[in-house]
């Protein structure tokens, strides 16, 4: 085979490789907008009046994760099945962003921590690497520690829309969520720096839920609940 030869050879295996990548990146192009669309609905829960309609957003937000189920079901047949990480970076982002979009979802739900099975099933993917298209741990946690700077956000618009007791609870989750991430030894360079922001989130949490102490707002709120 001659020099020529050979390097066309190897174009071919470039342009094979840059078609799959095109593909991908067109259906991720579309999880992203659904990812804006669920994102934009949950927005309305910092809103005053928004508190009262979380059941019905978060049913709005199933909806739209059926939408994502789809989309992540057509990103699957665009690369081979064993050639996950070679293409990961394309789908990691906003494989994430979705994580964090679950976890909230769950939370406002329940208050409790969405589990990564429950985000893979959400989701419609794998836990199991072995499986095909799966929720690695890593993105997993990257998505519940963006949740945790959404919370410190609900927080503080909590207080503003006169619901005294929610920071409190956001404080004690996001004091154990801490706790947790405190057993595990980050070696992820983008994922540690994440966590540094967790001690952020939990500083300005903390300062919230001090002022409404010596204000004795929270006091009097759990007395009227008691009531």
Request: proline share 2%; with cysteine.
């Amino acid at each position: 085979m001659s020099v020529t030869e050979m390097f066309s050879h190897i174009q071919g295996f470039l342009s094979a490789d840059q078609d799959i990548r095109e593909e991908i990146r067109k259906v991720v192009q579309g999880l992203e907008q659904t990812a804006r669309e669920i994102l934009t609905l949950l927005q309305s829960v910092h809103q005053p009046s928004g508190f009262k309609e979380i059941p019905s957003k978060c049913a709005k937000a199933r909806d739209l994760f059926c939408t994502v189920k789809t989309q992540i079901g057509d990103l699957k047949t665009k690369f081979p099945v064993e050639q996950y990480y070679r293409f990961h970076e394309h789908w990691r982002f906003v494989l994430q962003r979705l994580t964090f979009l679950a976890a909230f979802v769950v939370y406002l739900e329940s208050e409790n921590l969405v589990t990564r099975e429950e985000v893979a099933q959400i989701l419609g993917i794998e836990v199991v690497r072995e499986k095909g298209f799966h929720l690695d741990i890593e993105d997993y946690l990257a998505g519940v520690l963006i949740m945790a700077s959404e919370l410190s956000r609900l927080a503080v618009n909590s207080v503003t829309a006169g619901d005294y007791n929610r920071p409190l609870r956001i404080s004690n989750f996001i004091n154990e969520l801490d706790s947790g991430f405190r057993l595990l030894n980050l070696k992820n360079d983008p994922l540690r720096k994440r966590y540094d922001g967790l001690k952020y989130d939990v500083k300005k949490i903390e300062e919230v839920v001090y002022d409404l102490s010596i204000r004795g707002l929270a006091k009097e709120s759990e007395s009227s609940g008691d009531k």
